[in-house]
């Protein structure tokens, strides 16, 4: 079952716009949203969670539409984004006393749970929370009201590698229950290497291309060659490529790459997703 859909969203902000964006997350599934900055990806959310109207299109939660269905929705989502959107002034315990009743399902023992799991100290002002702190009071609020959908933006931007590994393994152990479901924009590619079951990528304002990881390493191939050797036909099988004084190195088609001729005289390696996002973000300079 589909716990996000999103088709043919178009959102014209001026300067920038969503253009038809579509993709699909069904509940069991980790899916990256990556991009690079300026992409669109946290408009998006932004529509995603209804703090933003969209031009035209259909977003629907647990099938569900926002119109007529808002609180629903919304109690079903937990929402961990890269900014502080507490009350600096207040401490952990008190601001928790404020998020408690909008939620229907909440549960005061797996809040307190995680508290002590996270080691929060709970009497502490948010403004005095390291980053990686706040991140994780958000999450703990999060997890707190059986959400069986996260929508995360950027939740591991500024964090060190141990906290990012923590949340990360937080991440896998939600995901268990497979009636639930996570949404994960990030510019760390590294991290939805080790977690994300779909890749979703924004660029301008489109949607290149929302795949599950294993088709992505099928269908594309890191290539590395001398420059004598990039040729029509090679270009043409390529969706980017850079060049150096070395030579090139590029994304390509897997399978017309295999069909050159001069693929033996090629080095190719399995792309991770940093590559794919980089490469992908130079088609329109190579080929």
């Not at 808002?70 to 008190?94: Q, S």
């Not at 290497?193 to 990881?213: H, M, P, Q, V, W």
């Amino acid at each position: 079952m589909a716990i996000l859909e999103v088709e043919n969203v178009s959102k014209d902000l001026g300067d920038f716009a969503l253009r038809d964006i579509s993709f699909k997350l069904d509940e069991g599934y980790i899916m990256g949203f990556i991009g690079p900055n300026g992409a669109g990806k946290t408009t998006t959310i932004k529509i995603i969670m209804n703090l933003m109207k969209k031009d035209k299109g259909k977003v629907r939660l647990f099938g569900l539409d926002y119109k007529g269905h808002e609180l629903e929705i919304k109690n079903r989502i937990g929402f961990v984004f890269d900014e502080n959107y507490y009350y600096e002034e207040l401490t952990i315990k008190e601001m928790k006393k404020i998020i408690a009743p909008f939620y229907s399902n909440w549960d005061e023992d797996v809040f307190n749970d995680y508290i002590k799991k996270f080691s929060l100290p709970l009497n502490r002002k948010i403004k005095d929370l390291s980053k990686g702190m706040k991140m994780k009071f958000s999450l703990a609020v999060a997890l707190s009201h059986n959400a069986e959908l996260l929508v995360m933006d950027e939740p591991t931007s500024g964090l060190d590698p141990i906290v990012r590994d923590e949340l990360l393994d937080i991440l896998s152990e939600f995901i268990q229950n497979e009636n639930r479901a996570v949404f994960f924009s990030t510019h760390i590619t590294s991290d939805l290497d080790k977690i994300a079951d779909y890749i979703t990528f924004i660029n301008e304002g489109r949607i290149l291309f929302s795949s599950t990881k294993e088709e992505l390493w099928d269908n594309y191939v890191l290539v590395k060659g001398d420059k004598a050797l990039l040729d029509g036909k090679l270009k043409n099988s390529m969706v980017g490529f850079r060049e150096n004084r070395f030579g090139f190195t590029g994304i390509g088609f897997y399978e017309k790459i295999m069909a050159l001729e001069l693929k033996d005289r090629l080095v190719l390696e399995k792309p991770t997703l940093e590559d794919i996002m980089l490469y992908f973000g130079r088609r329109g300079d190579n080929v």
